[in-house]
């Protein structure tokens, strides 16, 4: 599954370029991470990196399952690559 480039787009503008996990489990406990990326270093190592990230392996690739997740975060669910 992969999202395609306009529906990241708008999950993208909806998150404001931020990260907004609120994972109980990550070290932004009880938090938002509210972690500020840059869109052009999705996938990548470094400052702002981030992925799209699918909230539910089975959601599909609509904009509803689509999350954008710093980098840190896209990791630690525990679904690289989903
Ligand atoms: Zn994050
Ligand atoms: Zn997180």
Known sequence: ???????????WRQAGGKCK?????HDHNYGVCNKALVFANR???GRGSWEA???SASGGDGLGNCEILCWNCHVGTGTFGG
């Open 53 to 55: 990230h699918h909230m």
């Open 1 to 11: 599954m992969a999202f395609s480039g306009e529906t990241v787009e708008k999950a």
């Open 21 to 25: 996990c609120r994972r109980k489990r």
């Open 43 to 45: 996938g990548r190592e």
